[in-house]
């Protein structure tokens, strides 16, 4: 497994549980090691962020959710993710949208990750060749 597949899979894992636990944070996430997991703190606590960290040059457009979740960024102004930031838990409607814009990036995370197996697929095939 790549880290890049790894780091979607474990934003898949934590956007999943915040998907249904919509009162928390994603400092909270029972995954991270400061909470008994097993997943070292990363930079926003995203997996994703702490991927773009480990490469020499942490340029956004270098996400592996970039095109899938968002356009520029991930705090660009009516991402899923400043949707679900911007969330007044108080009112039912708004949790609801908050849950709406954590199951968005799920579904990033999801469509991502066949992609990138799908590409792997594709170059195992011309290295046949």
């Not at 579904?107 to 590409?119: N, S």
């Amino acid at each position: 497994m790549t880290k890049k597949q790894e780091a979607l899979e474990d934003c898949k894992r934590l956007w999943t549980w915040l998907a249904a636990n919509i009162d928390a944070t994603k400092h909270a996430w029972p995954e991270w090691v400061h909470n008994g997991g097993k997943i070292e703190h990363c930079t926003s606590n995203c997996p994703c962020c702490g991927y773009l960290n480990r490469l020499s040059d942490r340029r956004c457009d270098l996400c592996p959710l970039h095109n899938y979740a968002w356009k520029v960024n991930c705090v660009e102004r009516g991402s899923p993710y400043t949707r679900w930031l911007d969330r007044d838990l108080t009112y039912p409607e708004e949790r609801r949208v908050a849950r709406y814009h954590a199951r968005k990036i799920v579904k990033a995370c999801e469509k991502a990750l066949r992609d990138l197996l799908a590409r792997r697929q594709k170059r195992k095939k011309e290295k046949k060749k």
